[in-house]
């Protein structure tokens, strides 16, 4: 990536949403985007330098530190491994030995936990046939995910509609009422990955493979109502899709490229504001809640907690009885 493109990529990346929304929860999100780009700078390495035992081996210590932040980081490996037979070929047989001690070591290592999320994931719908009661609503996936996915790791889920108004009955009619602001949004964005492709060749073609593949493995995932589409699933390709949009909109005429920018990043910034300062679009709070109970001092009375049940017990100090409602069927009315 030249200079003046890495360089507003770097920036987009520090001042991202997306990245702020999830770096600053409890979960894996943020290790798996730390985790993939140091995969990801490993491998590259491995090109440009050969392949190596020592480098083979961080490798894949890098891309299992991925996986157990979130077992999606696979897609970015099997994207990987695509690009490597595709694109990267090692010149002679030797150099398949440190590559295939790579990705064969970090299968080992991840092992325990995918023989633990076999258990819990259905992948027998990976095989022709039923799929079963759709995991969220009406359907598991939407194609509309894929643009929506787009525009939250450019913008997060603080600009335009927020994440309680698109899960009520009348979300189109709310994703209407800023179309204005979602379409200024996409400009940038669009012409961004739009002048990217204007420049061909290895590193773009490697940059679609480690976007494209996850994404095709989580789309037939989410329609074989497996595992339902969420864009934190396919996270790690935020760091690519932020080097595309930097890089094309470098590409572009400098007038209209410095334009495009002060858009982009002008947008991300009523985002990051938004994040902070817009109750809108406050995320979750379990320490809020449980200090919300617990100030009620309703001694005896029972708390249903769905889903997060383990987290709210870490964080309560008093006694409340807690009842789990996660994987329980509806209750009759």
């Keep these: 990536v030249p200079g003046r493109a890495a360089r507003l990529a770097v920036l987009l990346f520090a001042l991202n949403p997306f990245h702020v929304w999830y770096s600053q929860e409890g979960r894996g999100y943020a290790f798996l985007i730390l985790f993939s780009l140091a995969a ?3 491998y590259l390495d491995m090109v440009r330098r050969g392949p190596t035992v020592g480098r083979a081996i961080l490798f894949a210590l890098a891309g299992t530190a991925a996986a157990l932040g979130n077992l999606s980081a696979l897609f970015l490996w099997a994207g990987m491994g695509l690009s490597l037979l595709v694109l990267d070929r090692p010149s002679n047989r030797r150099q398949w030995g440190p590559w295939i001690l790579g990705f064969g070591l970090a299968v080992v290592l991840v092992a325990p ?3 633990k999320a076999s258990g819990i994931w259905a992948v027998d719908r990976a095989l022709p046939g039923g799929t079963g009661e759709a995991l969220r609503g009406a359907t598991t996936f939407d194609p509309l995910a894929l643009p929506y996915t787009v525009q939250t790791f450019l913008y997060g889920f603080s600009l335009g509609p927020s994440t309680a108004e698109l899960h ?3 979300r189109l009619e709310v994703v209407k009422a800023y179309a204005l602001l979602l379409g200024l949004g996409a400009l940038p964005v669009g012409l ?3 002048g990217s492709l204007g420049r061909p060749g290895r590193p773009l073609a490697r940059l679609l493979l480690w976007i494209l593949v996850p ?4 789309v037939f995932l989410a329609v074989r109502n497996i595992k339902p ?3 934190r699933y396919v996270a790690m390709a935020l760091p690519w899709i932020l080097i595309m949009v930097a890089s094309g909109l470098t590409l572009w005429p400098r007038r209209a490229g410095f334009g495009l920018t002060i858009v982009l990043l002008g947008l991300t910034l009523w985002s990051l504001g938004n994040y902070y300062g817009n109750g809108r679009y406050a995320k979750a709070d379990l320490r809020g809640a449980v200090a919300f109970v617990e100030a009620e001092d309703r001694a005896g009375d029972p708390v249903l907690v769905p889903s997060v049940t383990g987290v709210y017990i870490f964080y309560q100090q008093g006694l409340a009885r807690t009842i789990d409602s996660y994987g329980r069927p509806p209750l009759k009315t």
């Design 192 to 194: 961004g990955l739009l």
């Design 168 to 170: 009520g009955p009348d």
């Design 113 to 115: 936990w995918l023989l």
């Design 40 to 42: 990801a700078w490993l």
């Design 229 to 231: 589409w969420n864009p």
């Design 215 to 218: 994404a095709v493995i989580l």
